[in-house]
């Protein structure tokens, strides 16, 4: 999926239906399952870039 660059990590999750609330995306990190570039993200508000690769799991969001 593409999305067009936001304010932080958990907005991408909030607005591509990752999850539900702020406090959903704060666990998701907290479960270490995201990357960022194949990097393992650890940071709940890690500020991202055009061209940042995240994945969770089995979900990839690009942005653009």
Do not use: W
Not at 9 to 35: C, W
Not at 36 to 64: C, Q, S, W
């Amino acid at each position: 999926r593409d999305f067009c660059l936001s304010r932080g990590l958990g907005d991408v999750y909030k607005r591509q239906g990752i999850a539900q609330t702020g406090g959903h995306a704060k666990m998701i990190v907290d479960d270490e399952v995201v990357f960022r570039n194949g990097e393992l993200e650890t940071r709940k508000r890690a500020k991202l870039v055009p061209g940042d690769v995240i994945v969770i799991e089995d979900i990839t969001v690009k942005l653009v």
